[in-house]
């Protein structure tokens, strides 16, 4: 793409704006892509599967082009409230949407969870891409592809192909962009320039904190953590001073996140704190406490007051 301005009838530049859906099935590498189209982190990212639960916005911005990616949860059969909530923002994702890129994995052959998504997005009139992630890993790329092409069979609108790694081709994610930009139609941009998500700074931070919960806890525990920041201050020298919540559903998996003398809390907030200092570029004071709220996935309420909404 050119970035040339050009004029309307007024003499203004004319602006192209519009939304685009990133969707997979979960640990494909969506919010890495998210986070390398924008060159910043404003998702989560971890190993574990469903590290992200909300539609997180990320903005780019050209002098006269602005994509919103909307980075979705992974398509899966959901097991509890929080589950259906996270495959609803999915689909409030791609009802208003001016092109989909849908992010599969090629070390592995398509799965049911593939299925779900190339059902959802096959009939869509919407230009799609089709992402084939983590080349650098898999042993046969080119035959991985040839299957998830031949979940979109019968697909009509635009399909665009290519194949990369999210964390370590910057060139091809580039190129991608690029090719994204030039689908999108005639708008004023949605948000101001220089904007990078439309996440509150204190929604981002509880991310940060849930994605070093989840990279140090075992087994099911990760998927029973939430985090919320409920104070964020700043003094005059600089330090940030963030107060934040690791919520869990049993006293039992209390004592498992603070960790034999506090050990494994200190460590998650240490990771979290580290992370939040070199995106803020300023000193953070991270204060974390451990709070239980019983059954939360399942409580339609505590999700709300969680912001799963």
Do not use: C
């Amino acid at each position: 793409m050119t970035d040339f301005p050009s004029a309307n009838a007024q003499g203004e530049a004319q602006t192209h704006s519009g939304f685009v859906a990133i969707v997979g099935k979960p640990n494909v590498g969506k919010s890495t892509l998210l986070n390398s189209f924008l060159g910043t982190k404003v998702a989560p990212t971890s190993p574990r599967p469903q590290t992200t639960r909300r539609g997180v916005r990320g903005i780019f911005t050209t002098s006269t082009h602005q994509i919103v990616f909307v980075d979705t949860p992974g398509v899966h059969k959901p097991k509890d409230a929080l589950g259906k909530y996270m495959n609803h923002e999915v689909h409030s994702a791609l009802a208003d949407v001016d092109a989909i890129v849908w992010v599969v994995d090629l070390r592995h052959p398509p799965t049911d969870e593939d299925s779900l998504v190339a059902h959802q997005v096959r009939d869509l009139p919407k230009p799609l891409f089709l992402v084939g992630n983590k080349t650098d890993a898999a042993k046969y790329p080119d035959e991985a592809m040839k299957l998830y092409r031949a979940l979109l069979e019968g697909r009509e609108a635009d399909t665009t192909e290519t194949m990369l790694s999210a964390q370590n081709n910057p060139n091809a994610v580039s190129v991608l962009r690029e090719q994204i930009l030039d689908t999108l139609p005639e708008n004023p941009f949605f948000y101001p320039r220089g904007a990078a998500s439309d996440q509150s700074r204190e929604m981002w931070a509880a991310e940060i904190i849930r994605e070093e919960a989840m990279k140090k806890l075992r087994d099911e525990l990760p998927y029973a953590v939430a985090t919320r920041v409920n104070r964020w201050t700043e003094r005059d020298d600089g330090l940030q001073r963030i107060e934040g919540e690791i919520i869990v559903e049993k006293n039992a998996h209390k004592g498992m996140v603070i960790g034999a003398g506090g050990k494994q809390l200190r460590e998650i907030g240490q990771a979290a704190r580290k992370q939040l200092e070199v995106f803020l570029n300023h000193k953070v004071f991270l204060g974390l406490e451990v709070i239980v709220i019983p059954g939360w996935r399942e409580d339609e309420e505590a999700l709300r007051e969680l912001g799963y909404e």
